[in-house]
């Protein structure tokens, strides 16, 4: 059932897709626009933020578009809105990525409300963790946030984490001898227009670590306790298949997963380097004995209590992501 537009949908969908600039990207690329229009929310993918040798299949886009997609629809939860999505629709424009139909009301839910309170205090925090490890009733949770959303998180045994260590040593030796990979990192850490890794959410020494850390090739400012990742837990999030709508798919699981975290005081850092270089990316495969695909690794702990969070990287303003002329005189009359 369709809805008639309304001022009422106009303002609930331009609200929903302006929420969802919070999602976490690649690099805070934020490579998703948002059109408004009287019945619907379109996502698309915008491809002049897409990281050309780091992620040329666009398969990092394509999570982070999800993550955003995901925090869409927990806002229009959160309004007390029902919606249909429908993903990848139309094979013609394969950058449009989802559409957002709202179809009536329902009483709001309070986990969607704390959600999307969640967005708003969601940062990554790259220093070492606490020496607390996350109990395996969190842990569970957290698969449990990514199975609802259609993909796996299987949490790495320790053996495991050494697999992982491995794979992540030699994506970082791939990744520092491509000099076309080692020029985009740098044009994604310097910028200063509302995109971006800025220095302030780096950390001024490397942390120590079994499972070693993007090298940004540059020294951030934020300061760092001395630390390790001893107690840290490592999830592998995966799927059914290597192709768009899974990878889309991911990026919805992985919103879900970091926003339980942040409920249950849990922090969450994406890994994504061993993803990017196709033999660990195949490496990682055996980890979960080849039943299913990898989209992206996670450390899992919790913050170091005695270290204040980091502050949050830029983001683009609504007007520059979200598109609401279709719209404008149904906004103008509100």
Same mark, same amino acid.
Do not use: K
């Given at each position: 059932?369709?809805?008639?537009?309304?001022?009422?949908?106009?303002?609930?969908?331009?609200?929903?897709?302006?929420?969802?600039?919070?999602?976490?990207?690649?690099?805070?690329?934020?490579?998703?626009?948002?059109?408004?229009?009287?019945?619907?929310?379109?996502?698309?993918?915008?491809?002049?933020?897409?990281?050309?040798?780091?992620?040329?299949?666009?398969?990092?886009?394509?999570?982070?578009?999800?993550?955003?997609?995901?925090?869409?629809? %927990? /806002?229009? +939860? $959160?309004?007390?809105?029902?919606?249909?999505?429908?993903? &990848?629709?139309?094979?013609?424009?394969? !950058? #449009?990525?989802?559409?957002?139909?709202?179809?009536?009301?329902?009483?709001?839910?309070?986990?969607?409300?704390?959600?999307?309170?969640?967005?708003?205090?969601?940062?990554?925090?790259?220093?070492?963790?606490?020496?607390?490890?996350?109990?395996?009733?969190?842990?569970?949770? %957290? /698969?449990? +946030? $990514?199975?609802?959303?259609?993909?796996?998180?299987?949490? &790495?045994?320790?053996?495991?984490?050494? !697999? #992982?260590?491995?794979?992540?040593?030699?994506?970082?030796?791939?990744?520092?001898?491509?000099?076309?990979?080692?020029?985009?990192?740098?044009?994604?850490?310097?910028?200063?227009?509302?995109?971006?890794?800025?220095?302030?959410?780096?950390?001024?020494?490397?942390?120590?670590?079994?499972?070693?850390?993007?090298?940004?090739?540059?020294?951030?400012?934020?300061?760092?306790?001395?630390?390790?990742?001893?107690?840290?837990?490592?999830?592998?999030?995966?799927?059914?298949?290597?192709?768009?709508?899974?990878?889309?798919?991911?990026?919805?699981?992985?919103?879900?997963?970091?926003?339980?975290?942040?409920?249950?005081?849990?922090?969450?850092?994406?890994?994504?380097?061993?993803?990017?270089?196709?033999?660990?990316?195949?490496?990682?495969?055996?980890?979960?004995?080849?039943?299913?695909?990898?989209?992206?690794?996670?450390?899992?702990?919790?913050?170091?209590?005695?270290?204040?969070?980091?502050?949050?990287?830029?983001?683009?303003?609504?007007?520059?992501?979200?598109?609401?002329?279709?719209?404008?005189?149904?906004?103008?009359?509100?």
């Amino acid at each position: 059932m369709t809805m008639t537009p309304t001022v009422a949908t106009a303002i609930v969908l331009a609200q929903a897709a302006t929420t969802a600039g919070y999602a976490p990207s690649v690099h805070n690329t934020q490579p998703w626009h948002w059109t408004v229009l009287p019945d619907r929310l379109e996502l698309t993918a915008q491809r002049d933020r897409q990281l050309a040798a780091i992620d040329p299949e666009g398969r990092l886009l394509l999570i982070s578009c999800g993550a955003a997609l995901n925090h869409a629809r %927990l /806002a229009l +939860a $959160a309004e007390g809105w029902r919606c249909t999505v429908d993903r &990848l629709p139309d094979p013609a424009r394969p !950058d #449009l990525l989802a559409v957002l139909t709202p179809t009536g009301h329902r009483a709001a839910t309070a986990d969607a409300m704390r959600f999307v309170q969640s967005m708003e205090v969601r940062h990554t925090d790259r220093r070492p963790l606490s020496e607390r490890p996350l109990p395996r009733e969190v842990l569970q949770a %957290l /698969a449990e +946030a $990514a199975r609802a959303e259609g993909a796996y998180l299987h949490v &790495l045994t320790a053996e495991q984490v050494y !697999d #992982l260590a491995a794979a992540a040593d030699r994506a970082a030796a791939v990744e520092a001898a491509d000099e076309g990979m080692q020029q985009e990192l740098a044009y994604w850490t310097s910028r200063r227009d509302g995109l971006g890794v800025p220095q302030y959410t780096l950390p001024a020494e490397q942390p120590a670590t079994t499972v070693p850390e993007r090298d940004f090739g540059r020294a951030g400012t934020l300061p760092t306790a001395p630390g390790h990742d001893r107690a840290a837990s490592y999830g592998l999030l995966y799927g059914d298949a290597d192709e768009p709508l899974w990878w889309l798919r991911a990026g919805e699981a992985l919103s879900a997963v970091w926003l339980t975290a942040i409920g249950l005081g849990a922090s969450v850092l994406p890994l994504s380097s061993v993803i990017e270089v196709a033999t660990t990316r195949a490496a990682l495969r055996h980890l979960v004995a080849d039943l299913g695909w990898p989209y992206v690794v996670l450390r899992l702990g919790y913050a170091d209590p005695d270290q204040p969070g980091p502050m949050h990287p830029p983001r683009l303003t609504a007007a520059q992501v979200v598109d609401t002329s279709a719209v404008r005189h149904l906004l103008d009359d509100a």
